[in-house]
C-alpha cells in the first residue's frame, strides 16, 4: 500500500541555517503531495503542495520538488527562523486512496536564536 | 470564519467511561475526518465521511464510532475508554474529491487531548 517516509528528528538548527527534511513516498498511482507544518498547541495546517511531477510547492520562503523518477518531496527553506519551530509532516494523496490521506511520522524542528 | 472547531480541547476519563468528541466546519465541505495523533506515528485515520450520511471506517477503527450529524458536523464517540486510546484527536474536512480523484487539501482542528487513567 501506500506510504510515506520522512527523516527522523529532532532536528536542531541555529537561526539563519539550510533547511532539508527528506521525505519519500510508495504510491500505486500518481499522488498529490503534500508538507503539512504543526505549530505547538495547534492542528495541522497546508504549509505547501504539488499535484504532479516536477511541480515545485512554496510557501513562506519553503520549497519542496515533486520528484517522480526518485519519488522524493524533499522540504528546503534557505534561511530558518526561530518562529519556524513546529512538526513538519510529509503526506500523499492518491486516486486509489479515494478520500484517504498517508502521513508521514513528523519530524520536530528547533531552532535557536 | 472558525474553520474547524473540536470541543473539549482537554479531558481526562477513566477506563470504562464513554464520551463523545464534537466537531464542526463552517467551509461547507463535504468530506469529513477523525485522526488520532501519538508520538512518533504521524496521524491515523480513525473514521472518515465522505458525504453528510456516509461514514466509513479508516485504519483504527476499533473501540470507536462516529456520527455525521448533518453537513457541518462529526462526531466521535468512545463507548468504553481504555488506556490505550490515549492519544490527541484531529477532526479534519476537506472537499470531495471528484470521481475516481483525490483529496487536494485538508483544514483541522485543533484538537482533543485525551488522557485515559
Known amino acids: 500500500g501506500d506510504s510515506v517516509t520522512q527523516m527522523e528528528g529532532p532536528v536542531t538548527l541555529s537561526e539563519e541555517a539550510f533547511l532539508t527534511i527528506n521525505c519519500t513516498y510508495t504510491?500505486?498511482?500518481?499522488?498529490?503531495l503534500f508538507w503539512y507544518v504543526q505549530y505547538p498547541g495547534e492542528g495541522l495546517q497546508l504549509l505547501l503542495k504539488?499535484?504532479?511531477?516536477?511541480d515545485k510547492g512554496s510557501n513562506k520562503g519553503f520549497e519542496a520538488t515533486y520528484r517522480k523518477e526518485t519519488t522524493s518531496f524533499h522540504l528546503e527553506k534557505g534561511s530558518v527562523q526561530v518562529s519556524d519551530s513546529a512538526v513538519y509532516f510529509c503526506a500523499l494523496s492518491d486516486r486509489a486512496g479515494g478520500f484517504k490521506t498517508i502521513f508521514g511520522a513528523g519530524t520536530r524542528l528547533f531552532v535557536k536564536a | 470564519n472558525a474553520g474547524v472547531t473540536q470541543t473539549p480541547k482537554f479531558q481526562v476519563l477513566k477506563t470504562g467511561q464513554s464520551m463523545t468528541l464534537q466537531c464542526a466546519q463552517d467551509?461547507?465541505?463535504?468530506?469529513m475526518y477523525w485522526y488520532r495523533q501519538d508520538p512518533g506515528m504521524g496521524l491515523r485515520l480513525i473514521y472518515y465521511?465522505?458525504?453528510?450520511?456516509?461514514?466509513d471506517k479508516g485504519e483504527v477503527p476499533n473501540g470507536y464510532n462516529v456520527s455525521r450529524l448533518n453537513k457541518r458536523e462529526f462526531s466521535l464517540r468512545l463507548e468504553s475508554a481504555a488506556p490505550s486510546q490515549t492519544s490527541v484527536y484531529f477532526c479534519?474536512?476537506?472537499?470531495?474529491?471528484?470521481?475516481?480523484?483525490?483529496?487536494?487539501?485538508?483544514?483541522f482542528g485543533p484538537g482533543t487531548r485525551l488522557l485515559v487513567l
Open positions: 504539488a499535484t504532479k511531477a516536477d
Open positions: 504510491a500505486t498511482g500518481y499522488p498529490s
Open positions: 467551509m461547507n465541505h463535504n468530506s
Open positions: 479534519a474536512s476537506s472537499e470531495a474529491p471528484a470521481s475516481g480523484g483525490r483529496i487536494e487539501t485538508q483544514y
Open positions: 465521511s465522505a458525504s453528510e450520511g456516509t461514514t
